[in-house]
């Protein structure tokens, strides 16, 4: 071998050759069409830098910024019977499950986790909606009723993430059941004097917004998340008149009385902290360095007396 085949030759191959570039470097804003480095949105918590658009984010990611040092435990879900109905459309329900789990990781379409928020204890629920359009089922309902039963176990507030298309189809009338399930397992929890505080995400639609996403003490949303029963395309085909426009957004209900907040999602940690803060009757989390404590009553007067004992002693410099 000579210098020629050593060097030369590697350099002329790596000239024509294709290099391989990693994917999902960059995302594109689906609001402004904004290019964005995955970096960048990631510690921007999924949300556009240049038009403020709040992006799906996947149930850990949501816990990794919300739970103090992003420090959480798995609360063990019961599984459901599977396949009850041996439903079949294009594919057979199982292997819409395998799919579905294989491209997000988790089990299923919610994950609930025990952590501590701002050094108190929260038990939180979150919905993923690239699991089968987060739709609810017999797993989802029975996450929240293990969501509530912890959170009465631990005595602390139930914290839930909604992001649904609705009831899931495959499984028929018993995901409809979920919506009398998940109401008595918030029931629960206000049987038991405890928080419950719902926090919208885009979108939050059908059964899921007709039963457990509406129902919380304090109801927050994400800007921008589409909240409703039926969709406005729906409504507008049915009614044949326009609808107003921002209908059926965080804003809209906002402004008519059916939500208490709309928060930035960079903003939500720090407010949720303050609310279940308050609800569970804790003092103010302290957000920083404590200030100096200023002199009490004693101070003032112990140096007001050494300030007198210098000026009998004839030294009133002191």
Not at 148 to 162: G, K, M, T
Not at 225 to 246: D, N, S
Not at 261 to 282: D, F, K, N, S
Request: net charge negative.
């Amino acid at each position: 071998m000579n210098w020629i085949s050593n060097y030369v030759r590697p350099k002329i191959n790596s000239l024509f050759s294709r290099r391989e570039v990693p994917e999902n470097l960059w995302s594109k804003c689906p609001e402004c069409g904004t290019m964005l480095f995955h970096r960048e949105l990631s510690d921007n918590l999924n949300v556009c830098t240049s038009c403020q658009h709040h992006m799906a984010i996947t149930p850990r990611d949501r816990f990794a910024a919300l739970f103090d040092g992003g420090v959480f435990v798995d609360v063990p879900v019961p599984a459901p019977v599977a396949d009850p109905l041996h439903f079949r459309d294009q594919k057979r329900y199982p292997d819409r499950l395998k799919s579905a789990q294989k491209a997000t990781g988790e089990a299923e379409a919610m994950l609930v986790g025990e952590g501590e928020m701002g050094r108190s204890t929260v038990v939180v629920a979150a919905q993923d909606f690239s699991f089968m359009g987060g739709s609810m089922g017999m797993y989802v309902g029975n996450a929240i009723l293990a969501a509530a039963e912890r959170a009465v176990e631990r005595r602390c507030p139930l914290i839930l993430f909604s992001a649904a298309g609705g009831a899931r189809m495959q499984e028929g009338l018993l995901s409809l059941m979920q919506m009398p399930r998940t109401t008595v397992a918030v029931e629960m929890l206000k049987e038991a004097g405890l928080p419950y505080i719902v926090v919208l995400t885009h979108p939050t639609t059908g059964g899921v917004t007709a039963s457990y996403a509406m129902l919380g003490d304090v109801q927050i949303a994400e800007p921008g998340a589409l909240i409703c029963f039926a969709g406005p395309r729906v409504i507008e085909q049915t009614i044949r008149e326009k609808l107003p426009e921002g209908f059926q957004r965080a804003e809209y209900l906002l402004e008519h009385g059916m939500l208490d907040r709309v928060t930035h999602r960079t903003e939500l940690r720090a407010e949720l902290i303050t609310i279940c803060r308050m609800l569970t009757g804790l003092p103010p989390a302290v957000m920083g360095d404590l200030p100096a404590p200023a002199e009490g009553p004693e101070a003032a007067s112990t140096a007001s007396a050494e300030a007198a004992a210098a000026v009998l002693n004839g030294d009133p410099a002191k």
